[in-house]
């Protein structure tokens, strides 16, 4: 029993190393930019290609969300959040992979509800910690935004479909690396303030 705990013990410290570390943030603001731009200058973009797009950046989000969730910093509220956000992501990843829609009405409607969805959980969740809070309420407030511009404005086709959400990962993308930056100020002047002190 003991083994096993000792066991547990390293893989949650293990998982909040990784989920404190900015470049965390960072590589799912470029791996954003890049489904984003592979999903708008895709040539002839059908149901089956965009729903790949998106399901590959549900994964690596969720995953993302869920290795956050593990964070030492933050209270359980924005944990808890951030593990059903991510749990969330990866099941709507995975229904795309597993049963691309053939109905464009379907995959907007899914793609619509999740964006809504996460939005509203991280403008939430963004209260539950200081670091890169502005970032995070923004954030929130752009898949809310999203997610209610595909579900309210009739949209054509495969292709305007991926325009839309290729431009908006991108500006999502952009907005997390700039957050990634964020938080790597704070852990340096996080390092640098026991430094400062015990040399005092």
Do not use: C
């Given at each position: ?41 895709a040539p002839g973009a059908t149901l089956v290609t965009i729903a790949i797009f998106f399901a590959v ?93 595909i579900l309210l404005y009739p949209i054509s086709s495969a292709v305007t479909l991926a325009l839309l959400g290729g ?34």
């Open positions: 029993m003991t083994g096993s705990s000792g066991m547990a013990d390293q893989a949650e410290t293990m998982m909040q190393a990784l989920a404190a570390h900015w470049g965390l943030v960072l590589a799912m603001g470029i791996v954003s930019i890049l489904i984003g731009v592979i999903a708008i200058v950046w549900l994964f690596v989000s969720g995953i993302v969300e869920v290795v956050q969730s593990f964070t030492v910093d933050g209270d359980t509220g924005g944990r808890v959040l951030n593990a059903i956000l991510g749990v969330l992501s990866v099941i709507v990843g995975f229904a795309l992979l597993r049963a691309p829609f053939q109905s464009l009405e379907v995959l907007i409607f899914v793609l619509g509800i999740f964006w809504v969805a996460q939005g509203i959980m991280t403008f939430i969740g963004a209260f539950q910690r200081k670091d890169g809070r502005n970032w995070k309420v923004f954030m929130g407030i752009l898949g809310v935004i999203a997610g209610t511009v431009i908006w990962l991108i500006i999502l993308g952009i907005m997390q690396i700039v957050a990634g930056w964020q938080l790597r100020k704070a852990s340096k002047a996080g390092a640098a303030s026991p430094t400062a002190t015990a040399a005092a």
